[in-house]
């Protein structure tokens, strides 16, 4: 038996059930159906729509029926092709006529909306809360190595002296502001939809306002026709879970090449790392290339959301259906990811001294030129003499502090003595100590205010 079979001759063919059936995934959202019916309940007896003693009813079967869910004890039965459906298909089992009285003036339209919306800002609140944690971890690792030397990279190519700290801290931010763009998501996800009936409004005149307050929604939706169809919240999650994603790829790419012997800068625990089953040597960073790969999901979760909303006539469609997948998926994935990549970063271990060899002086040729400038040469000039400079340590094989200052100073007479002091890769990062510079002042200073962001952060 359907609950909507009234008008028909003949059930569903078989065929057609297990196309249309959305049971398999959004039995998930168990508890928010029931929360969104035990409140709605409430809203009908405020309207007058129903009497105390079938409300009464109708909530005490509803938490007999999240007490079998929760037990696993829920026996699914046929015909149940949704979680709305097999909620009150069991509900009338337990109480018999009242649950009849339960969906008056809802619709599923409203109904799946206002469950997937609960269940979104769950799911964004737990994200949240994983992300504060990776955060944390960076920034208290960041702290240890706030003096800590390291090459910095541009295209990959040594650049520039940093230190570590400095690095972890550059995805602090990136996560500050994905964090931002969840708590952005949330606030539009926080806006019921139910009392919008199929598309056209409640004709019982139940009170919308306190019934969306109930439930922890911020507000109700003030357009039925938008709110059964409005698909924007998540939308606008999967677009953060697949930015989030992309950082936490760029993250284990940092990961997998500093932990590559060919450089060893750092070192994964044994719990986090994996080996080979034929070359014994192997030590693979496989949790970061598994967030380096599940990057390509969360974006594909994005776009064939966003692709599956587009052109939709007004109102409910059944296409819609198809928007609870890639949102679970992109969340699971991320429920997953996040604890290993914590515990990654929590436990690396930092070869200082590795770190420390991969320094070449070629490193400090952007300090030589900014001598040149303190001593009054135009940048673009200091620029070229260096230039001249690294080719010829280079042709002659020797390292950049090697050249003789006479040498230096045939190609410009504002070499000195004091230029010997431009070879210290402790001088250079500390010259950075502009705002969000390297230098270890500049990165403890860095350390205060992303701790004070996390703190003052509102999810
Ligand atoms: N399972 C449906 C979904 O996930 C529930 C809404 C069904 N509404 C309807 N008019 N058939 O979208």
Known sequence: MTLWGGAFKLPPDESLRRLNDSIGYDRRMYAQDIAGSIAYAGALVRAGVISYEEADAIVRGLEQVLEEFKADMFVYKEGDEDIHTAVERRLTELIGEPAGKLHTGRSRNDQVATDFRLWVMNALDRLDAQLAALQTALIDRADEHAETLMPGYTHFQPAQPIVAGHWLLSYVWMLARDRARLADARARTAVSPLGSGPLAGH????????????????????????????????????????????????????????????????????????????????????????????????????????????????????????????????????????PVITAIVATLQFNTGKMQAALGDDLLATDLAEYLVRKGMPFRQAHHVVGTVVREAADTGVKLSALPLERLRELSPLFGADVAAVFSFERSVASRDAIGGTAPDAVRRQIETARAWIANHKG
């Open 203 to 338: 004709p019982f005149g139940i009170d919308r306002a306190t019934l969306s307050q109930e439930l922890g929604f911020a507000s109700c939706s003030q357009n039925s026709l938008d709110a059964v169809s409005d698909r924007d919240f998540a939308a606008e999650a999967l677009f953060a879970c697949a930015l989030l994603g992309i950082h936490l790829s760029r993250l284990g790419e940092d990961i997998i090449l500093y932990s590559n012997p060919a450089l060893s800068f750092i070192t994964l625990d044994d719990r986090y790392s994996t080996g080979s089953s034929i070359m014994p040597q192997k030590r693979n960073a496989d949790p970061m290339e598994i967030a380096r790969g599940k990057a390509g999901r969360l974006i594909g979760n994005l776009t064939g959301l966003l692709t599956m909303l587009k052109g939709l006539p007004s109102t409910y469609n059944k296409d819609l259906q198809d928007d609870k997948q890639p949102t679970f998926e992109a969340f699971d994935t991320l429920d997953l990811l996040l």
